[in-house]
């Protein structure tokens, strides 16, 4: 299955990608800790790319509703990253992938909640808008 990809981030260049996105976590996060969310330092499953797409629809949201219709993409596109792990890699790991796919739902879940409540402080006083 493909992330759900707004035409922003489409075209969006690389510098412009750079400027825009960094991970999971806001704006001046040590790269550390981005590391840590991200893919707990490259030990789990990767959110960079569910991440970076929100990132980026935070930045051209306009209204309060437009940033938490990107919350709800940013939680599907967790849950696409997690089942397409299901369902690409080798049987070795796909059984491996099923088993942890609860924790990983619960890991989206949780980044949902997070960016839900408390990412009105990261993408309200940046973009300008008022809510």
């Known amino acids: 299955m493909e992330l759900v990809t707004s035409q922003h981030f489409s075209g969006l260049n690389k510098r ?5 996105c960094n991970g999971t976590g806001s704006a001046g996060t040590p790269k550390w800790i981005v590391s ?3 893919s707990f330092d490259g030990l789990g499953i990767d959110f ?3 991440s970076d797409r929100h990132d980026c629809g935070y930045y051209f949201a306009k209204s309060a509703y437009q ?3 990107q919350d709800f993409v940013f939680l599907l ?3 696409i990253i997690s089942t397409n792990a299901c369902l690409v890699l080798p049987l070795a790991n796909t059984v491996g992938n099923v088993l942890f796919l609860p924790f990983r739902t619960m890991r989206a879940l949780l980044y949902f909640l997070a960016v839900f409540l408390f990412g009105w402080f990261a ?3 940046k973009m300008g808008h008022r809510v």
């Open 77 to 79: 596109n967790m849950i």
């Open 67 to 69: 940033k938490i219709m």
């Open 16 to 20: 412009a990608k750079f400027e825009i």
């Open 36 to 38: 840590i969310l991200d």
């Open 123 to 125: 993408w309200h006083p």
């Open 48 to 50: 960079r790319d569910a």
